[in-house]
């Protein structure tokens, strides 16, 4: 078998050690980072949300999975990261309230970190005075949510208010995203930059923050 497929096969049994010693092997044989994210952990990943959908396997799966899946993402890091790169802007990034996903929002903060940033990522089911209170401590010119639910994703809509409540508003881009988020919903709640994926939300930041 293929070593991108062993990723995705392991990812989804959930065995994270082995998933991070098939990702160093992928690495050895010369895959690129982006190409063992794709095609072996994403694939394996999207295996296990497609019999999530229907009942195929249940929560304890796939969070076993999420972690094989953080666990590779790990041994990627540093490959991913340049090492002693002089950060080109801060982020305050986080998972809104309500709402424990975080694989993406993980994926999204490698790809920042590996643009240059600095992040701070306050994890997940971050309450809106959590990143108001980040916002006015760190000065960050992103304001960056991550939402996986339909129920959670108006959430981001409250945040936003609360920043401009405590008129932290001015210059600070907000950006969202997260599997039920589409650019028209960014902007009908104010946000000023929408990204479908990890890699376009880490070019576009580095893009808007450029221009600033
Ligand atoms: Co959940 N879950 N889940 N889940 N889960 C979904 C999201 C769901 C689509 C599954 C389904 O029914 N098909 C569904 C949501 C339905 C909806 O609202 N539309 C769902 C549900 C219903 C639930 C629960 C309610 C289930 C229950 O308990 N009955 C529950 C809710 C818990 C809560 O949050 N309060 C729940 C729980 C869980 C687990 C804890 C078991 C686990 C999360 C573990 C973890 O994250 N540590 C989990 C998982 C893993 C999933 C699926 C299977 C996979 C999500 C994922 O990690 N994808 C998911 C089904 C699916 O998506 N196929 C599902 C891989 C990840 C890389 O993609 O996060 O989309 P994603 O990130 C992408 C982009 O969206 C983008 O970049 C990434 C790719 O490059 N992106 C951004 C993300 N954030 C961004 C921010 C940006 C820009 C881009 O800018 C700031």
């Known amino acids: 078998m293929e070593i991108l497929e062993q990723i995705s096969e392991l990812l989804q049994q959930g065995r994270a050690k082995e998933v991070q010693e ?8 010369g895959f690129q980072p982006q190409e063992i994210i794709a095609n072996g952990l994403l694939a394996g990943m999207s295996v296990i949300g497609a019999k999530f959908k229907v009942n195929e396997v249940y929560v304890p799966d796939v ?7 953080n666990a590779g993402m790990e041994t990627l890091k540093p490959y991913i990261v340049e ?3 002089k950060p ?10 309500g709402d424990l996903h975080d694989i993406g ?3 999204v903060k490698i790809m920042f970190e590996g643009a240059g940033f600095q992040v701070f990522d306050l994890g997940i089911d971050v309450p809106a005075d959590r990143f108001v209170n980040k916002v006015k401590e760190e000065k960050p010119q992103i304001l960056a949510m991550s939402a996986l639910l339909t129920t959670t994703m108006t959430n981001m809509e409250k945040v936003i208010k609360a920043v401009e409540k405590e008129g932290l508003r001015e210059g600070l881009l907000i950006m969202v995203g997260g599997a039920p988020v589409t650019d028209s919903f ?15 939300a880490a070019e576009l930041a580095r893009d808007k923050v450029a221009a600033l």
């Open 186 to 200: 960014a902007q009908s709640i104010g946000a000023d930059l929408y990204a479908p994926d990890a890699a376009s």
């Open 83 to 85: 090492a002693d790169m």
């Open 105 to 107: 929002k993980n994926l």
């Open 63 to 69: 969070l076993i999975a999420s972690r094989a899946m």
């Open 88 to 97: 080109i802007g801060k982020i305050v990034l986080g998972t809104v309230e």
């Open 22 to 29: 098939a990702v160093k092997k992928a690495l050895d044989e």
